[in-house]
Nanobody, 126 residues
Framework: QVQLVESGGGLVQVGGSLRLTCALS????????VGWFRQAPGKEREFVAA????????SYADSAKGRFTISRDYSNNTMYLQMNSLKPEDTAVYSC???????????????????WGQGTQVTVSS
């Protein structure tokens, strides 16, 4: 079992930055893929970015490329999402998730993620 707790959300103006944090606990994360998803009001949840815990290979949604950076810190089992140049359309609840499948092919596939956090609200005001 893995527990995930997000923090770092808030209200920011257009063009601003936020860093989201996901604290993971419960078991070793070797072989895991961990990622961020978001759900805007009235829309389905969508993939943002993911990272392989060992090795650090990353994947980004087109909407995140060039503006968001996903990273992880082994020493404290924490994952981050640095978000820059924020836009109103980035407003959403951001959730972190973890997949036990080291052979995961489609990192954007939500059913492939086994554990989820509760989410943190990000609001970008214009």
């Amino acid at each position: 079992q893995v527990q995930l707790v997000e923090s770092g959300g808030g209200l920011v103006q257009v063009g601003g930055s936020l860093r989201l944090t996901c604290a993971l606990s419960g078991r070793t994360l070797s072989g895991y893929i961990v990622g961020w998803f978001r759900q805007a009001p009235g829309k389905e949840r969508e993939f943002v970015a993911a990272i392989r815990w060992i090795g650090g290979v990353t994947s980004y949604a087109d909407s995140a490329k060039g503006r968001f950076t996903i990273s992880r810190d082994y020493s404290n089992n924490t994952m981050y999402l640095q978000m820059n140049s924020l836009k109103p359309e980035d407003t959403a609840v951001y959730s972190c998730a973890a997949s036990r499948n080291p052979m995961l092919v489609n990192w954007a596939s939500q059913p492939q993620y086994d554990y989820w956090g509760q989410g943190t609200q990000v609001t970008v005001s214009s």
